[in-house]
């Protein structure tokens, strides 16, 4: 049972009385002698930490009090761990340099593992145009992410973190029915888990950060794949596409580009495969091609896929 397992001591100790309810100081004294314990019963338990309400930051008293303490008690976790639950106002590009500056600030090794967003997700952000801008948001990190469930009674366990949805859901259902069907995000993630294979290429978020992309190529299949999502916003954003030439196309000519919409009809609407929007050709030249997104509603992402020769 403990193969693979990860050792998460305690959920959001820093939100005031609602996980904890004790000073700081206490939660650091039970850190400490926990860790001990699990390393001395399981040597080779991954211990995660401190799996905060709070993104990390050098400005963040909280963070940088447990931070402190784990270097002088030598009891850093072996995975760092936080939530990423404030709605629009966080990014993992922030949280990941906050980290780094925590890390260099105290003398820290970082971890022996990727942090973990093990909480990701308000839930109105738990859309399909979301998902495809968390899923860019965390590969960049290189950071594991487990959504978060903001369901209670039987819907925390039911709908798969709302994933899924069935019949009457969400009022007239029956918890124990079957019936269950994909929404929009589930398609997107669907998508990013079967189709974004292969290798994963360096990209950038806009810089206002309401627009991210994440993709790949794949040689053995002979495709290029780009996920591409905002954070709820309408508007029109640019994707541009650099040294096409590594990919082995011409510095310049027509890329003909395949794009399918990722609709979302809500937490408990049927969605069903993305629509094939059809293939468009972009003239490109010096290697780099430039095209439009129209994101004419909050909702909806997009995928773009091109032959690699």
């Keep these: 049972m403990i193969e693979g397992l990860v050792w998460d001591t305690w959920n959001e100790p820093d939100l005031g009385t609602v996980f904890w309810g ?34 990390p930051g050098t400005n963040n008293g909280w963070y940088t009090n447990f931070a402190s303490f784990v270097k002088s008690n030598g009891t850093e976790p072996d995975q ?24 260099t600030q105290y003398g820290l090794t970082g971890g022996s593992t990727p942090a973990n967003i093990n909480e990701y997700a308000v839930f109105d952000e738990q859309v399909a145009a979301n998902a495809a801008w968390w899923i860019a948001q965390l590969e960049r990190a290189n950071a594991y992410g487990l959504r978060g469930n903001w369901l209670s009674t039987t819907q925390l366990h039911d709908f798969m973190a709302n994933l899924l949805s069935k019949p009457g859901a969400p009022d007239q259902y029956s ?30 978020a806009s810089s206002d950060l309401a627009l991210d992309v994440y993709a790949t190529y794949d040689t053995e299949q002979n495709k290029a794949r780009i996920l591409v999502g905002t954070r709820q916003v309408t508007g029109t954003w640019y994707v541009q596409l650099n040294d096409l030439e590594s990919l082995g196309l011409p510095s310049s000519g027509t890329l003909n580009i395949l794009t399918h919409s990722f609709v979302d009809n809500g937490h408990y609407g049927q969605v069903g495969d993305p629509e094939d929007l059809g293939y ?21 992402a997009y995928s773009f896929e091109f032959d690699l020769a």
């Design 22 to 55: 004790r000073s700081q100081e206490q939660y650091l004294e039970m850190w400490g002698r926990t860790y001990a314990k699990v390393k001395e019963t399981f040597p080779g338990m991954i211990i995660s930490g401190p799996s905060s309400s709070s993104e």
């Design 80 to 103: 760092w761990s936080w939530h990423m639950e404030t709605g629009g106002d966080s990014s993992m590009n922030r949280a990941s340099a906050g980290q780094q500056a925590v890390i």
């Design 175 to 204: 918890a124990t029915g079957t019936g269950y069907y994909p929404n929009g995000e589930w398609q997107v993630y669907k998508y990013y888990a079967t189709n974004m294979t292969g290798t994963r290429v360096a990209t950038d």
């Design 280 to 300: 468009y050709g972009h003239t490109y030249s010096g290697g780099s091609v430039t095209f439009p997104i129209y994101q004419n509603d909050k909702t909806t």
